[in-house]
């Protein structure tokens, strides 16, 4: 006599169990939502302007959420894909996550207090956030600044320009399955961030770049530093090219992936070397010269495919041509003074502050009400390393901006992610986020 028993058990795609709303957290989904905010919350749909003929079925395509996780994505990014087989025929970018509300405070913070806040929006190119705000300020002012503080504004921006892009080279080489690259990519960035350690105190965030110059002069022995990473650097240039730009698998993974063409990039507003990879030699630094750059000799790098491997070797040609313009600037650095010499906007040095009551007094007041702008407007932008970095500032004549808005190339260059992951495989997604190289505090700004 045999023993039979009944089990019970549930098979995925059958009678799913009744879902129940909870009260935790701040996006809970509530029991009164209607079916299309709860197909929106579990996020079973997406939309956008593309219009697509629906040959598939709709058994045959799924709803994917990529992200936001921060090493697949580059930051918390969240990507819904929607999916007919490996294909990606849409991609939502979602952004927001971070909100850190940056512009917001800035009108809370007085103008020398200013760069303190900017200099984490994009953390990897620190300085541009810096000088676009100080340059705005300083419009606004009506100063200019001295040649020499002008000059180290350039040679700090143009390294912090080298930094990043190792960055950049580092994580899209890890994400393709190159884990040489990243290891080589920050160990080669260490060079730099040693020397920005050793003139403001600092790795990163710096505040260095202030209205009416920069905080300190550079140190001593800097042309040696210098000399060092202008040695050591080309040549680890020159081994990226032998581990990746002539690898043939490397070459099979980049090429033809993620492509954007000429009037795709200038309709979406793309900078920076996004836009150059597609053949357009728009740069800031020649259209609109800012802080003598005007002076160096320096070429801008275009592509031709505007794929994910053209983007990719821009970065890598940039670094040489940044290179450069370092250069440039240790073999003419002028003398003098590196801060406009104005106590009204600038704070005396603090050795001073121990002999003078008056340069006690200066010291107090701009660091309790900081100094007055004159009431108006301006917009002033750089070339940062994911393309033109702008400050809209609006003044009503106190000590702290009336309002600020920063035009952040992160924000404008993800807007290119649906045409160019659209109809692409789905192992090509991580390759082609990491060729745009976004900063997500430079996009929830």
């Not at 299309?36 to 040959?55: K, P, W």
């Not at 994917?64 to 918390?76: A, D, E, K, R, W």
Request: net charge negative; with cysteine; glycine share 8%.
């Amino acid at each position: 006599m045999s023993d039979t028993r009944t089990v019970d058990f549930w098979v995925a795609g059958t009678e799913e169990p009744q879902f129940t709303p909870t009260d935790e957290g701040s996006q809970e989904i509530l029991a009164e939502e209607t079916g299309r905010r709860l197909d929106e919350q579990l996020g079973r749909v997406v939309e956008d302007d593309y219009i697509f003929n629906d040959e598939a079925p709709e058994e045959e395509r799924m709803i994917l959420n990529m992200g936001p996780q921060h090493p697949s994505t580059h930051g918390v990014l969240r990507l819904q894909l929607e999916l007919e087989g490996e294909i990606v025929r849409r991609c939502k970018p979602i952004i927001g996550y971070l909100h850190t509300g940056m512009e917001k405070t800035a009108e809370t913070l007085s103008y020398l207090q200013g760069p303190t806040n900017v200099t984490r929006m994009d953390y990897l190119s620190p300085f541009h956030n810096e000088l676009a705000f100080s340059l705005a300020v300083e419009r606004l002012l009506d100063i200019e600044v001295p040649p020499r503080a002008q000059a180290i504004r350039v040679l700090m921006t143009e390294l912090n320009r080298v930094s990043s892009h190792l960055v950049a080279l580092a994580t899209n080489g890890m994400d393709i399955g190159s884990i040489s690259m990243m290891i080589y990519g920050f160990r080669d960035r260490e060079m730099i961030l040693e020397f920005f350690e050793k003139t403001t105190g600092l790795r990163m965030n710096h505040n260095y770049i202030r209205p009416g110059g920069v905080a300190v002069d550079l140190p001593p022995g800097w042309k040696d530093d210098i000399a060092r990473i202008l040695e050591d650097i080309p040549k680890k240039v020159r081994d990226y090219h032998d581990l990746l730009t002539n690898n043939p698998i490397w070459q099979a993974r980049t090429k033809g992936v993620g492509v954007i063409t000429r009037e795709e990039a200038l309709a979406y507003g793309i900078t920076g070397p996004a836009l150059r990879a597609t053949g357009v030699a728009w740069d800031i630094r020649k259209a609109f010269p800012y802080s003598g750059i005007e002076q160096y000799e320096f070429d801008v790098v275009t592509g031709e495919n505007g794929d994910v491997f053209d983007r990719y070797l821009i970065r890598v040609r940039e670094i040489e041509e940044s290179l450069k313009i370092v250069e440039q600037v240790t073999d003419s650095m002028p003398k003098g003074d590196y801060k406009v010499d104005d106590a009204k906007i600038v704070p005396p040095p603090r050795g001073r502050i121990d002999e003078s009551m008056e340069a006690l007094i200066h010291h107090f007041k701009l660091y309790t009400e900081g100094f007055r702008v004159p009431a108006g407007e301006t917009y002033v932008a750089v070339e940062s390393p994911r393309g033109e970095l702008g400050c809209y500032l609006v003044s009503d004549g106190g000590a702290r901006p009336y309002r600020m808005h920063t035009r952040a190339p992160s924000f404008y260059n993800l807007q290119g992610l649906p045409i160019a992951m659209a109809d692409s495989i789905v192992a090509d997604t991580i390759a082609t986020i990491a060729s745009f190289d976004p900063v997500m505090g430079d996009v929830d700004r």
